[in-house]
């Protein structure tokens, strides 16, 4: 029988996450959104609350979270600000191939690194080129006896000014195209590693991306993560598992959204009576509050598949994060619309849950990419 309790785990999870959340990151939001400047204070709190890293195992410093219990976590986060969220939950980005593809050693040696100095690391796939097409990247790394040399140019890299080590995917033998695709882990203060300051963007603006140059890095052979040609099916297996966390980010500021929307409807007197009372106005606030239910199910049945080890977990995870960001970008922006004036305004925060909202439906794999992953899923 098909059962959707929560677990006491499960409920204590929301709990810290939501406690967290309105002690440091709904009051900081708006501040950061001005400064567009990484929020270190919160993620330093977020480690100090043993908050960060949630699906990373507990021997390697995390919570050990299953990823249902994570989109829990990120759907609070969400609802706070989705980019803070995306700053703490980017690290999880960076550092699941380390759970997939590591070695003992390396497993130890960078996680070990990043708890020890409550860090951040950055997970570095895209390029001006190849952004949704990864069999389109042109960076390389050639061997030269104990050494790889790396070069190359990434961009729209999360956490990238703020890692210790970047996540680095890129071809060991041009050659061979993206069969040759490996990935690396790259400390930032190797020399040839140049980031260009944090790019500016509409939404999302607590969270940084920047585009790095590689010029002839020499990174050592023993950073390779698992073996050469293995790095397509590590970015793809990263994805399964942590697209659904995008998805619950969307749910949460969604949600955010209709809540604020919805409460002040019921407090807005036009005519004599709440604006909540006419039908006009109801009906969007039904919409609004089913489309939520609806992308909150996807994602968490996305999560349960994956955890249960049964097929086709990337198909779901892309419906998952497909449709609950375009639902999102559906509710921030009907959220705006309810509150006219006040909702375009930045007094309430919706207008920028709309900006933010809208970036979800473009990283880690465009809604449209999305479609092209479900339709190949659907087709097998």
């Given amino acids: 029988m098909i059962d959707f309790s929560l677990t006491k785990d499960d409920l204590e999870i929301i709990e810290n996450y939501k406690n967290f959340t309105q002690e440091h990151i709904i009051p900081n939001a708006a501040k950061y959104d001005v400064s567009t400047e990484f929020p270190w ?3 330093k709190e977020a480690y100090k609350a043993g908050l960060m890293n949630g699906p990373i195992p507990k021997k390697f410093g995390g919570n050990g979270y299953n990823i249902f219990q994570s989109c829990l976590s990120s759907e609070e986060l969400g609802a706070g600000c ?4 995306i700053s703490i939950d980017a690290n999880t980005l960076a550092l699941t191939p380390l759970l997939l593809a590591a070695n003992a050693d390396q497993q130890k040696r960078f996680f070990g690194e990043i708890n020890e100095q409550q860090a951040v690391a ?10 949704s097409d990864v069999a389109g990247i042109k960076s390389t790394a050639i061997k030269k006896g104990d050494k790889y040399i790396l070069n190359g140019h990434k961009r729209f890299i999360t956490n990238a000014e703020v890692a210790k080590f970047h996540t680095v995917f890129a071809l060991t033998d041009p050659s061979r195209g993206a069969r040759s695709l490996s990935a690396f882990v790259v400390p930032v203060d190797l020399p040839g590693v140049e980031i260009k300051p944090h790019l500016q963007k509409m939404g999302q603006r607590a969270s940084v991306q920047n585009e790095i140059i ?5 990174v050592p052979a023993e950073n390779l993560l698992g073996s050469e040609g293995y790095g397509f099916p590590i970015a793809m297996k990263t994805f399964d598992r942590t697209r659904t966390g995008v998805a619950a980010l969307s749910v949460g500021v969604a949600r955010a959204a209709f ?3 919805r409460d002040w409807a019921k407090n807005r007197i036009q005519f004599g009576k709440p604006i909540a009372a006419n039908q006009a106005i109801g009906f969007m606030l039904a919409d609004m509050a089913t489309e939520i239910e609806l992308a909150r199910l996807i994602t968490w049945k996305a999560a349960w598949y994956y955890e249960q080890g049964l097929k086709t977990p990337g198909t779901l995870s892309a419906m998952a994060k497909m449709y609950a960001s375009d639902a999102a970008m559906r509710v921030t ?16 925060g919706v207008e920028k849950m709309m900006r933010d909202a809208k970036l979800c439906q473009i990283y880690e794999g465009t809604n449209q990419v999305q479609r092209v992953v479900i339709s190949k899923g659907i087709l097998k």
């Fill in 333 to 348: 922006t009907d959220a705006v619309q309810v509150m006219g004036g006040d909702g375009y305004s930045t007094e309430f």
């Fill in 122 to 131: 950055a997970y570095c796939l895209t390029e001006p080129n190849a952004g």
């Fill in 82 to 85: 989705v980019g803070i969220g």
């Fill in 41 to 43: 204070p919160i993620v």
């Fill in 214 to 218: 590689y010029t002839d890095v020499e």
């Fill in 259 to 261: 809540e604020t929307s």
